[in-house]
């Protein structure tokens, strides 16, 4: 389910690059006020400002947990989404592809930095999120086994001697320095246990470098939200001065 609706929202995304290089071949001053025009902006409009919702619902504690007993925030999140998309693609054909407006440009280009911005965060900051929790599955099943063989190496060393655990750099430090009577013999399980030390300092080594690319992916988060606040700015300008300029002609 979540590879399918990956699919469909990167072939949309795909669809607005393709719209918006539109910009450098084709131009229709006139579309954006007329009927189709203004029928498919008014719709993108709607679209976008509906995708608010799923950012005051999750952003709101008491209307969060309203909110939740009814429908998931995923359901939500998946709204948001594609009312952002699609609106985004419906605006582009409003646009007409015509460079006349600096409020315009400004408004296209905070949209698409939106899109952009939004994708990212969302498909990265999940694959992301998986690959830690794998990798932290992981280690746990190579923490069990390491223990395991530890425990079997300090009953054949000698009485004084111990098979070291805690961090797995201190391992892999005192891997080097068995005592003679752990290795003694070609011991199969000392070598096991210091293979799985190796892996497991590889392991916490990802986990961590993951860790940091999740923080970064906080601030592109805000970074998304940032444009997301302009956008929505320039998008209520763009709609007053549609109003105030298009009912100025049903004065007497």
Request: with cysteine.
């Amino acid at each position: 389910m979540q590879e399918r609706e990956r699919v469909v929202i990167t072939c949309l995304v795909l669809l607005i690059l393709i719209l918006a290089l539109g910009f450098f071949v084709h131009r229709s001053p006139r579309f954006a006020g007329s009927l189709s025009g203004g029928v498919l902006g008014v719709s993108g409009a709607l679209l976008m400002a509906s995708g608010l919702v799923y950012a005051l619902i999750k952003r709101v504690g008491p209307l969060k947990n309203a909110v939740e007993r009814k429908f998931p925030l995923r359901t939500l999140l998946s709204w948001h989404i594609y009312t952002g998309i699609i609106g985004a693609i419906l605006a582009l054909l409003h646009t007409g592809h015509k460079f006349q407006s600096t409020l315009g440009i400004l408004l296209t280009g905070a949209m698409l930095i939106v899109v952009f911005t939004g994708y990212v965060g969302r498909y990265l900051f999940n694959q992301v999120a998986q690959e830690i929790f794998e990798k932290r599955v992981m280690l746990s099943k190579l923490q069990i086994r390491y223990d395991a063989l530890a425990l079997d190496l300090r009953r054949g060393a000698e009485p004084n001697s111990a098979f070291p655990g805690g961090n797995v750099w201190a391992r892999l430090v005192a891997g080097l320095l068995l005592p003679s009577s752990v290795v003694a013999g070609g011991s199969v399980n000392a070598a096991q246990a210091f293979d799985l030390a190796e892996a497991m300092a590889d392991v916490e080594y990802s986990i961590k470098m993951h860790d940091a690319f999740k923080a970064a992916l906080n601030w592109w988060l805000k970074l998304h939200i940032g444009f997301s606040t302009a956008f929505y700015a320039l998008l209520g300008i763009h709609i007053w001065s549609g109003l105030y300029y298009g009912l100025r002609w049903f004065h007497p």
